[in-house]
Each structure stands twice: as structure tokens, then as C-alpha cells.
């Protein structure tokens, strides 16, 4: 690519060139015949910004509260799996880039960096992805992690009870 990436679909292309094959395709894959991912891109290729045109927009404020955190746009950063297959830094980047825009990350469940390791990089509010185990214990043990180190809400996700056949990660095995 001659000059830096201006679009979403640039920066694909950008990690595509610099990501081996294989951790590309787990970024940018899906589960079963991937309908949901593609039924997810249609969705957000129906967004339309509205332009505002003849009006004062010198003083705009997108800042909002969530769970009385003030952040500074109504955007967050969802739990995502496995950063350092992208980054060395891994979630400890990405914490330190939540704190440097004021929003919120949650920190997944399957993250490369520990709990411990992203709560010492930065004061960025914090939230922590559980699974609820058919083991409690493991699952109170991670909640309680979670709380000593400053993480602020959990984020319940349930989608796994079975997990979907990723077809680009068998066929990369």
C-alpha cells in the first residue's frame, strides 16, 4: 500500500499483507457458513451519517456516561480474543489506546495478557468478559481477579455453549 490506510477496507488489506495467513484468517473469519458475520457487515453498511450543514457545529460533545463512567463518545471496545497475534503488546496496547481516547474496554476471556498484566498499564476503566463454567469456582475465581485489580463490570457473555465451526481455522488446523 503507498500511503496510510483512510478506510476500513484499507486496513484490512494493510493486515492482510502483514499478518501471517493464518491469524488473519482468525480475525476475519466466522463460525459455520459465516452468515452472521456477513448479516453483521451488511448491518453496519447500512449506517448512514447524516451531514448537518448551515449549523454551529464548533462545540460538539459527544461524551456520554455508561454504568456512570463518563467516556468520550458513546463507542467502547468489545471483548476480543488473541490480541498479540496482531500486536506484541497485545491488550496491553489496547488498554493504553482506550485510555488515550477516554472510552471503556473489556477485556476478553480468551485475552493473550493477563488480567494483572492490562490493570498495570494504565488507569483505563476497565471491564472484564466472563463465561460461566460448569465449574463455579472457575468462574468466581476470575470474578474475583477481575475486582482486585480495578475492573469495573462484568460482562456476562453466554453465546457458547457450543462453539461454531470456524471453517478457516480447521482448514489452517
Known amino acids: 500500500m503507498v500511503s496510510e490506510p483512510v478506510n476500513v477496507n484499507e486496513f484490512q488489506e494493510l493486515a492482510r499483507g502483514v499478518l501471517p495467513k493464518m491469524y488473519y484468517d482468525?480475525?476475519?473469519?466466522?463460525?459455520?457458513?459465516?452468515?452472521t458475520l456477513k448479516q453483521n457487515v451488511e448491518a453496519?453498511?447500512?449506517?448512514?451519517?447524516r451531514p448537518r450543514v448551515l449549523v454551529d457545529v464548533s462545540r460538539i460533545d459527544m461524551a456520554t456516561t455508561l454504568l456512570g463512567f463518563k467516556i468520550?463518545?458513546?463507542?467502547?471496545?468489545?471483548?476480543t480474543a488473541m490480541h498479540q497475534l496482531?500486536?506484541?503488546e497485545g491488550e496491553v496496547a489496547t488498554a493504553r489506546a482506550a485510555a488515550a481516547c477516554n472510552?471503556?474496554?473489556v477485556l476478553s476471556f480468551s485475552s493473550t495478557c493477563t488480567i494483572e498484566e492490562v490493570a498495570a498499564s494504565c488507569n483505563a476503566v476497565r471491564f472484564f468478559q466472563l463465561y460461566v463454567f460448569k465449574r463455579r469456582e472457575v468462574s468466581a475465581q476470575l470474578?474475583?481477579?477481575?475486582?482486585?485489580?480495578?475492573?469495573?463490570?462484568i460482562v456476562l457473555t453466554?453465546?457458547?455453549p457450543r462453539l461454531g465451526r470456524r471453517e478457516a481455522d480447521i482448514r489452517n488446523k
Not at 453496519?44 to 451519517?49: A, P, W, Y
Not at 468520550?72 to 471483548?79: F, L, N, T, V
Not at 470474578?143 to 463490570?153: I, T, Y
Request: glycine share 6%; charged share 20%.
Open 26 to 35: 482468525f480475525y476475519t473469519g466466522g463460525a459455520e457458513d459465516q452468515h
Open 44 to 49: 453496519f453498511q447500512r449506517i448512514m451519517l
Open 72 to 79: 468520550s463518545a458513546p463507542i467502547m471496545i468489545a471483548p
Open 86 to 88: 496482531a500486536h506484541p
Open 103 to 105: 472510552t471503556i474496554m
Open 143 to 153: 470474578v474475583q481477579r477481575a475486582e482486585r485489580n480495578g475492573f469495573k463490570a
Open 158 to 160: 453466554i453465546d457458547t
